[in-house]
T-cell receptor, first 114, second 116 residues
Framework: QQQVKQSPQSLIVQKGGISIINCAYE??????FPWYQQFPGKGPALLIA?????SEKKEGRFTISFNKSAKQFSLHIMDSQPGDSATYFC?????????????FGTGTKLQVIP | GAVVSQHPSRVICKSGTSVKIECRSL??????MFWYRQFPKQSLMLMAT?????????EQGVEKDKFLINHASLTLSTLTVTSAHPEDSSFYIC????????????FGSGTQLSVL
């Protein structure tokens, strides 16, 4: 059962454009929603995260929009740059057994073309 | 940010041999570490949760005798792939929260295992 669904699978955006990646979740126990950026051959790195009591969070060119009632959240990358080309994973986590258990989306490969 | 070091970054081995992967938290203590497996162009699949001083917790479908986990200290967890076969070839990644119940995960750089 895929608890966190992510789309699109791949995305090509022109430099300066807006990249939008969407995720949907099912488990209402999730209480933390991070986004990770992964370059080829490297481990993921935390990009930005949001809690369900907030509808939007912005850090630089990256914005998370969160819709609790729809159980959906999205990442917007403004003024996309070639250096943003990477795979992005949304995730959702909840406390389980004394620690935070994270479920990852399926990933979106973003390519920003000059 | 916190640093998690993973070693080796790449390993090629013959079928039937065992391979050990190390995951170290360099600037914080990690009582819990997580091990993932990632196939090409796919998501990270949690394999097991490593707990310092106690047995690891394995996800459903993961063979604990195949993937041995040892968390001997507050800064080191190891994953040993025993009697590796070509189907074990994958990208293995570890992560650790800076606090036991911490939400932010810090990932190692991953280990590409190729079994011939």
């Amino acid at each position: 059962q895929q608890q966190v669904k992510q789309s699109p699978q791949s995305l090509i955006v022109q430099k300066g454009g807006i990249s939008i990646i969407n995720c949907a979740y099912e488990n209402t126990a999730f209480d933390y929603f991070p986004w990770y950026q992964q370059f080829p051959g490297k481990g993921p790195a935390l990009l930005i995260a949001i809690r369900p009591d907030v509808s939007e969070k912005k850090e630089g060119r990256f914005t998370i929009s969160f819709n609790k009632s729809a159980k959906q959240f999205s990442l917007h990358i403004m003024d996309s740059q070639p250096g943003d080309s990477a795979t992005y994973f949304c995730a959702a986590s909840s406390h389980s057994g004394g620690y935070q258990k994270v479920t990852f989306g399926t990933g979106t490969k973003l390519q920003v073309i000059p | 940010g916190a640093v998690v070091s993973q070693h080796p970054s790449r390993v090629i081995c013959k079928s039937g041999t065992s391979v050990k992967i190390e995951c170290r938290s360099l600037d914080f203590q990690a009582t819990t570490m997580f091990w993932y497996r990632q196939f090409p162009k796919q998501s990270l699949m949690l394999m097991a949760t490593s707990n310092e001083g106690s047995k690891a917790t394995y996800e459903q479908g993961v063979e604990k005798d195949k993937f041995l986990i040892n968390h001997a200290s507050l800064t080191l967890s190891t994953l040993t792939v025993t009697s590796a076969h070509p189907e074990d070839s994958s990208f293995y990644i570890c992560s650790a929260p800076k606090a036991t119940r911490g939400e932010k995960l810090f990932f190692g750089s991953g280990t590409q295992l190729s079994v011939l």
